[in-house]
Protein backbone atom coordinates (compact mmCIF):
# COMPACT_ATOMS: atom_id res chain seq x y z
CA UNK A 1 0.00 0.00 0.00
CA UNK A 2 1.97 3.47 -0.75
CA UNK A 3 0.69 6.89 0.70
CA UNK A 4 0.81 9.80 -1.04
CA UNK A 5 0.61 13.31 0.82
CA UNK A 6 -0.73 15.84 -1.04
CA UNK A 7 -3.26 18.79 -1.41
CA UNK A 8 -6.50 17.07 -1.36
CA UNK A 9 -8.80 19.69 -3.16
CA UNK A 10 -8.76 23.77 -3.41
CA UNK A 11 -12.35 25.31 -4.00
CA UNK A 12 -13.69 29.02 -3.87
CA UNK A 13 -17.31 28.21 -4.66
CA UNK A 14 -19.55 30.06 -5.86
CA UNK A 15 -22.12 32.08 -3.20
CA UNK A 16 -24.88 30.22 -1.70
CA UNK A 17 -24.07 27.12 -3.94
CA UNK A 18 -22.67 23.36 -2.45
CA UNK A 19 -19.57 22.53 -4.12
CA UNK A 20 -17.57 19.21 -3.90
CA UNK A 21 -14.10 20.16 -2.52
CA UNK A 22 -12.78 16.50 -2.91
CA UNK A 23 -13.61 12.89 -3.75
CA UNK A 24 -11.88 10.45 -2.76
CA UNK A 25 -10.94 8.61 -5.83
CA UNK A 26 -11.92 5.12 -6.59
CA UNK A 27 -9.46 2.32 -5.17
CA UNK A 28 -8.08 4.12 -2.38
CA UNK A 29 -9.10 5.67 1.09
CA UNK A 30 -8.34 8.92 2.40
CA UNK A 31 -7.12 10.91 5.65
CA UNK A 32 -8.05 14.47 5.68
CA UNK A 33 -5.22 15.95 8.65
CA UNK A 34 -6.70 19.81 8.00
CA UNK A 35 -9.14 21.96 6.18
CA UNK A 36 -8.27 25.51 5.74
CA UNK A 37 -11.11 28.20 5.29
CA UNK A 38 -9.94 31.59 4.26
CA UNK A 39 -12.47 34.43 3.94
CA UNK A 40 -10.97 36.65 1.04
CA UNK A 41 -13.23 39.96 1.33
CA UNK A 42 -14.18 42.71 3.12
CA UNK A 43 -16.96 41.52 4.70
CA UNK A 44 -17.99 38.75 6.88
CA UNK A 45 -19.14 35.14 5.64
CA UNK A 46 -21.10 32.16 6.73
CA UNK A 47 -19.93 28.73 5.50
CA UNK A 48 -20.86 25.33 5.80
CA UNK A 49 -18.70 21.92 5.37
CA UNK A 50 -20.28 18.26 5.08
CA UNK A 51 -18.50 14.36 4.65
CA UNK A 52 -20.78 12.73 2.32
CA UNK A 53 -19.95 9.48 2.88
CA UNK A 54 -20.02 7.29 -0.89
CA UNK A 55 -21.66 10.47 -2.68
CA UNK A 56 -24.87 10.46 -0.94
CA UNK A 57 -27.29 13.42 -1.32
CA UNK A 58 -26.64 16.21 1.02
CA UNK A 59 -28.38 15.62 4.16
CA UNK A 60 -27.90 17.82 8.37
CA UNK A 61 -26.30 14.43 9.88
CA UNK A 62 -23.41 14.97 7.23
CA UNK A 63 -22.00 18.49 8.14
CA UNK A 64 -19.05 19.34 10.71
CA UNK A 65 -19.60 23.17 10.60
CA UNK A 66 -22.71 24.80 9.53
CA UNK A 67 -23.48 28.51 9.80
CA UNK A 68 -19.72 29.30 10.82
CA UNK A 69 -19.05 32.84 10.73
CA UNK A 70 -15.93 33.72 9.09
CA UNK A 71 -14.67 36.96 9.88
CA UNK A 72 -13.29 39.50 6.80
CA UNK A 73 -9.73 38.67 6.32
CA UNK A 74 -10.32 35.78 8.31
CA UNK A 75 -9.02 31.85 8.59
CA UNK A 76 -10.02 28.59 10.39
CA UNK A 77 -8.70 25.50 10.44
CA UNK A 78 -10.11 22.36 11.42
CA UNK A 79 -7.45 19.56 12.25
CA UNK A 80 -9.28 16.73 12.49
CA UNK A 81 -7.95 13.09 11.06
CA UNK A 82 -11.29 12.73 8.79
CA UNK A 83 -10.97 9.14 7.87
CA UNK A 84 -12.89 8.91 4.00
CA UNK A 85 -13.56 5.54 1.93
CA UNK A 86 -13.53 5.39 -1.65
CA UNK A 87 -16.09 8.12 -3.28
CA UNK A 88 -16.29 9.66 0.11
CA UNK A 89 -16.53 13.59 -0.83
CA UNK A 90 -16.23 16.40 1.15
CA UNK A 91 -18.96 19.24 0.19
CA UNK A 92 -18.44 23.12 1.16
CA UNK A 93 -20.37 26.29 1.08
CA UNK A 94 -20.06 29.74 1.34
CA UNK A 95 -22.94 32.17 1.54
CA UNK A 96 -21.80 35.07 -0.02
CA UNK A 97 -18.77 33.17 -2.11
CA UNK A 98 -15.94 35.30 -0.30
CA UNK A 99 -14.38 32.38 1.21
CA UNK A 100 -12.03 29.79 -0.25
CA UNK A 101 -11.44 26.28 1.27
CA UNK A 102 -8.54 23.89 0.44
CA UNK A 103 -7.69 20.11 2.02
CA UNK A 104 -4.68 18.35 2.71
CA UNK A 105 -3.85 14.85 3.73
CA UNK A 106 -3.25 11.92 2.48
CA UNK A 107 -4.55 8.63 0.04
CA UNK A 108 -3.47 5.55 0.44
CA UNK A 109 -3.97 3.03 -2.47
Not at 19 to 37: D, E, Q
Not at 71 to 98: E, H, K, P
Request: proline share 3%.
Amino acid sequence: MATTYLCLGQSAPTAATATTLYTVPSGTSAVVSAINVCNTSGSTDTIRIAIRPAGASLTASQYIAYGVTIASGAFLTINSGITMATTDVITVYSTNGTSSFSAFGSQVS
